[in-house]
């Protein structure tokens, strides 16, 4: 049962244009949301994250934005540049069901593809 | 970056073989992971420590064993590989975890592993 999911497998985008990635929830005990980037060979390397008690959460180029009601987040970055072609995987963190926070549970990744 | 490293950094085995992963960290972190990633399926948790011997099980953790004998280390052993175990491999980091305030995670470079 996947309760993490990001439904698009990958986006192509010009460079300077918006690239919006989307994410959906299942579990309402999570409270916390992370974005991960990463590229071939590499380890993720974290990219920015938002809590429940927020609907929006701003650094730089990436802002996450987050709708309880909906179960959904996603992450737009503007403008667009082709060194954030890369996978990026969302990630919840909650209470589970022997009440531990703390794990993160990951979707299955996007792939964003910045065309110059 | 947060002093993380994995070895090796590749390995081919064979069917019914004992391999052995090892992750070092040099920040002196609490808690550590082992995740698998997989096409489709994103990071996947296998075990996690949360102090030095104190380890449990996470979503995956079938075929696999864990042992943190140190602070900075954290060894994930496949007892007889199989196929199925095909995958790359990360290690992760945190100051905490478990204990009610998240804290991102930090991973390694990863180690890909081939059963044959």
């Known amino acids: 049962d996947q309760q993490v999911k990001q439904n698009s497998p990958s986006l192509r985008v010009q460079e300077g244009r918006i690239s919006i990635l989307n994410c959906d929830y299942t579990n309402s005990m999570f409270d916390y949301f992370l974005w991960y980037k990463k590229y071939p060979a590499e380890g993720p390397t974290f990219l920015i994250s938002i809590s429940s008690i927020k609907d929006k959460n701003e650094d730089g180029r990436f802002t996450v934005f987050l709708n309880k009601s909906a179960k959904h987040l996603s992450l737009h970055i503007v403008p667009s540049q082709p060194g954030d072609s890369a996978v990026y995987f969302c990630a919840a963190s909650g209470k589970d069901g022997s009440g531990n926070t703390g794990k993160l549970i990951f979707g299955q990744g996007t792939t964003l593809q910045v065309k110059p | 970056d947060a002093g993380i490293t994995q070895s090796p950094r590749h390995k081919v085995t064979e069917t019914g073989t004992p391999v052995t992963l090892r992750c070092h960290q040099t920040e002196n972190h609490r808690y550590m992971y082992w995740y698998r990633q997989d096409p489709g399926h994103g990071l996947r948790l296998i075990h996690y420590s949360y102090g030095v011997k104190d380890t449990d099980k996470g979503e995956v953790s079938d075929g696999y064993s864990v042992s943190r004998s140190k602070t900075e280390d954290f060894l994930l052993t496949l007892e007889s590989a199989t196929s199925s175990q095909t995958s790359v491999y990360f290690c992760?980091?945190?100051?905490?975890?478990?204990?009610?305030?998240?804290?991102?995670?930090?991973f390694g470079p990863g180690t890909r592993l081939t059963v044959l």
């Open positions: 992760a980091i945190s100051e905490t975890g478990l204990a009610g305030n998240y804290n991102e995670q930090f």
